[in-house]
């Protein structure tokens, strides 16, 4: 990542999960992704920060009002990304859309990614994750 106020941002996000403090990390989530700057950066690198929170190991099975915020800023960042065809975002909308208890979008977000993947590469670990993503939901 290029932007220092990005990787300040991050670190932040960082050092308060590692803290134990998940409440305060999911708000400075939820307020780097409200903020106009998030969406001034680089596509790769709002990606790479996308994935930090959505793809995150060990969340609870229902999110915390908080979480739920950070989950819906998400998708608002991700709805900007989506349009440019790349499978990995569709997952990410996915995920998110399967935190906040929409399954009916999200398996037509996975679907409509898998299609996107298949095309691309048949063989690819996405395509795989994907199948998998589409039969859960």
């Given at each position: 990542?290029?932007n220092?106020?990005?990787?300040?941002?991050?670190?932040?996000?960082?050092?308060?999960?590692?803290?134990?403090?998940?409440?305060?990390?999911?708000?400075?989530?939820?307020?780097?992704?409200?903020?106009?700057?998030?969406?001034?950066?680089?596509?790769?690198?709002?990606?790479?920060?996308?994935?930090?929170?959505?793809?995150?190991?060990?969340?609870?099975?229902?999110?915390?009002?908080?979480?739920?915020?950070?989950?819906?800023?998400?998708m608002?960042?991700?709805?900007?990304?989506?349009?440019?065809?790349?499978?990995?975002?569709?997952?990410?909308?996915?995920?998110?859309?399967?935190?906040?208890?929409?399954?009916?979008?999200?398996?037509?977000?996975?679907?409509?990614?898998?299609?996107?993947?298949?095309?691309?590469?048949?063989?690819?670990?996405?395509?795989g994750?994907l199948?998998?993503?589409?039969s859960?939901?």
């Amino acid at each position: 990542m290029a932007n220092e106020a990005l990787v300040k941002s991050v670190k932040d996000i960082a050092a308060a999960s590692k803290a134990g403090d998940a409440e305060g990390a999911y708000r400075g989530y939820h307020q780097l992704f409200d903020s106009e700057a998030f969406a001034s950066y680089r596509v790769e690198d709002q990606r790479q920060v996308l994935r930090l929170m959505i793809l995150a190991k060990g969340l609870p099975p229902k999110p915390t009002p908080v979480m739920s915020q950070a989950y819906t800023s998400a998708m608002s960042c991700l709805t900007r990304i989506v349009p440019l065809g790349d499978a990995a975002d569709y997952e990410l909308l996915g995920v998110c859309q399967v935190m906040l208890g929409d399954e009916a979008s999200a398996s037509e977000t996975f679907r409509a990614g898998l299609a996107i993947e298949r095309a691309r590469d048949p063989q690819s670990k996405l395509c795989g994750t994907l199948m998998k993503r589409v039969s859960m939901v």
